[in-house]
């Protein structure tokens, strides 16, 4: 058996933990055979609520989990962590704008990004899914300087599960036989979802789903709009947001990270921008990649039409106007 790894996990007392933690405890992302020391962060206020997500740890009698430490303070949380799950944020309440609710939740990741750089291996691996997801990891990334800024990354997997389950909910197949749907940009109803690239496996053969679809316009309408606005769908229909496809994505995107992508498939996730497709760089933008050996590598060679173009230079231009104000925001 492995020696543990240790696992951080922010916002461990919020309803996304809840359902992730119990993923990395019982091996889903790590492998069945990687035991793990759970770090749980929290704030003060909910250190009597993270006590019974531990207790309940303990009940699940996981043997993976050789430890669990909850804490409300980065340094013990941080401490020579190999994986870190940035989950913690405050939520958007009513009446707040866009940009209080960025300004709040940037400052937590510049201080979380000051306590990787300090306490974490110099090789761990960073996802963030608090909101907004692709800025707090720029603005992380920005403040653990000696760690590599390609180990830093934000979640827009959630994002593809739901575009790959409308493809295969219209092809009316299961949702495995389709891959390679691409997000491309932000964390947010600007994201643009991409079937042009898809594929379906029709009888163990290949298909662009255009071609199995008929360039059905739906593609390029109600399927975008619908990914795009499906996390507010949620909201209104749960009246809480999406938490357990929430989790489950962490933990894919986790899982791609760690032990790599499937021959001839792909991932998207928020990563630092090379300048790749013509999108800016130094700014966090999903991308497709494929992971080998937990380093990411940006798809090349896409063909890219002028409806695409548009779609993935809008959603560029809200991250390069969220990378200004996070940074007048850190810069006070
Ligand atoms: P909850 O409000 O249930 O939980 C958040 C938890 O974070 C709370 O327990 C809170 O006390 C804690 N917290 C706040 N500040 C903290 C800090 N400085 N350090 C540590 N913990 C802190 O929210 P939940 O539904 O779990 O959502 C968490 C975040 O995920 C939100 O920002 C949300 O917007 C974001 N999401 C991101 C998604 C993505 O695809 N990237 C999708 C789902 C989700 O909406």
Not at 50 to 55: K, W
Not at 300 to 314: H, T
Request: with cysteine.
């Amino acid at each position: 058996m492995a020696q543990p790894i240790r696992v951080v996990v922010t916002g461990a007392a919020g309803q996304i933990a809840y359902s992730l933690i119990y993923q990395l405890a019982k091996g889903d992302v790590f492998g069945p055979n990687q035991p793990v020391i759970l770090h749980l962060l929290d704030i003060p206020p909910m250190m009597g609520v993270l006590e019974g997500v531990v207790m309940e740890i303990a009940d699940c009698a996981l043997p993976l989990v050789r430890e669990v430490i909850p804490t409300a303070d980065v340094a013990v949380a941080f401490k020579d962590v190999e994986a870190a799950f940035l989950v913690g944020a405050m939520p958007r309440r009513e009446g707040m704008e866009r940009k209080d609710l960025l300004s709040a939740n940037v400052k937590i990741f510049k201080v979380q990004g000051e306590a990787l750089d300090k306490y974490a291996k110099k090789s761990v691996l960073v996802l963030v899914v608090g909101n907004p997801a692709n800025t707090n990891a720029l603005i992380c990334s920005k403040y653990a300087p000696s760690i590599p800024r390609e180990n830093f990354s934000a979640m827009t997997r959630l994002d593809q599960n739901r575009a790959q389950a409308q493809l295969a909910a219209r092809l009316k197949v299961p949702v495995d036989k389709v891959k390679n749907a691409i997000i491309w940009g932000n964390h947010s109803n600007t994201q643009f979802p991409d079937a042009s690239h898809a594929v379906v496996d029709v009888n163990g053969k290949d298909v662009p789903v255009p071609q199995a679809l008929n360039n059905d316009p739906w593609l390029t309408n109600d399927f975008v709009k619908t990914v795009q606005t499906r996390g507010a769908a949620v909201i209104s229909a749960r009246k809480m947001s999406s938490a357990l496809s929430a989790a489950k994505a962490a933990g894919d995107h986790m899982k791609t990270l760690w032990q790599g992508t499937t021959p001839g498939q792909f991932a998207s996730m928020a990563v630092i921008s090379d300048g790749s497709y013509g999108v800016p760089a130094d700014i966090m933008y999903s991308f497709p990649v494929t992971v080998k050996d937990k380093k990411w590598t940006i798809v090349q060679g896409l063909p890219i039409n002028e409806f695409a173009r548009s779609k993935m230079d809008v959603t560029a231009k809200e991250l390069l106007e969220e990378r200004e104000e996070a940074l007048a925001v850190c810069s006070h």
